[in-house]
Every structure is written in structure tokens, then in C-alpha cells.
């Protein structure tokens, strides 16, 4: 979208009632991919920040709710439905957290990530996540070092994930794996 276009859908009244409605609706309805529809329509046009943080709010709250029940059902998340939008909301959180230097937290759900995602590439690339953080990395260093920037994922799917490094990701955490056997052992308990 350009900036003319922008303006346009900023002024459009009918499109901003409609936004206005859809957003109501769908934090009513705790629709989460719904929630996400309109977050990213909401910070494409650049609009509210109240709204956006309302609407990122209800996004965590369902994504907790729903990750909660998962865990209680030893349900795995499939990136081939729905799930993409709690794993999405999960990671979101999770950078947030690290780009804030609280390893803690973010290490905590990483760790939750590794274990519930089906997809190896990304449960893989959560286990790197995991890592950094362990060796408390700062995000910035580990964007620059860790993050290959050449390479395009090709499939949309992992669009909202880093997995693309500048080393094998399997040998990597091969060469790591005393330390997520050491965080299994503590952060084990999150999963029960």
C-alpha cells in the first residue's frame, strides 16, 4: 500500500465503520484471527494507540486462555489451521519480553513454544530463540550475528517467525543440547 492509498483508507468512512464494527465483534467473541485482522489493519493505517493496545491486549488474553487448554490436552499446535495465531501471539510476546532484557520471561516462553509446535523448522528456530536467551543475548546482537539476512523464507507460513540463521540450526542445537536439557529440567514444570 502506498501513502496515497493509506490516506485514502484512513478517510474512507465506511471502511473505518466497518473496522470499528469488526473489531468490536471480534474482541466480543475472542476470535483470535479475527483479533489479528484487525490489529494489523489498525497498525497498517497507523490509527488509535489505545485501540491497538486493546486489541494486542485481548490477543494475549485469548492466546493465554487457549494455550492454557492446549497445554491441558497435550495438544500440539499445527501451523496449518488456527493455531499459527496462538503460536503467533506467544512469539510476539516472547520478543517482546527478550527486546525488554527479561531472558526470564522470554526464555519461559520459548521454552513453551519448543515443546507444543508439531512444524520441527519452527520448534527448531524456537530452540535458537531459547538458547540466546539462556546466554543472555541481547536481541540486537543476536538479529545481527545469529539471523541470516540474505536468505527469503519461501513459504508465507513461517512469515511471522525468525528461522533463517547464519549456521545449521540442527548442528547448532546439537552443539547446545546440554543447555536445553538443563532448561527442560527447570522449565519443565511450565508444562504441567
Known sequence: MNQDELQKARTNLDFLKYLETKEKEVIE????????????????????????????????KTAFEGMENRLLDNAKLSLANDDIHFIRAFYEHAIEKWSQSNFKGAKELFFILTQIIEDEKLSNAMKVHLIACTNSSDMDTFYEAQVSQNQMENDEIYGYFIV?????????????????????????????
Open 29 to 60: 467473541n475472542k476470535d483470535l484471527a479475527g483479533l489479528y485482522e484487525v490489529l494489523d489493519n489498525l497498525l497498517i493505517l497507523d490509527l488509535d494507540e489505545s485501540r491497538i493496545n486493546k486489541v494486542y491486549e485481548t490477543i494475549l
Open 164 to 192: 533463517n540463521f547464519t549456521f545449521d540450526t540442527k548442528e547448532y542445537i546439537n552443539d547446545n543440547k546440554e543447555i536445553l536439557n538443563k532448561l527442560s529440567n527447570e522449565l519443565g514444570h511450565l508444562l504441567a
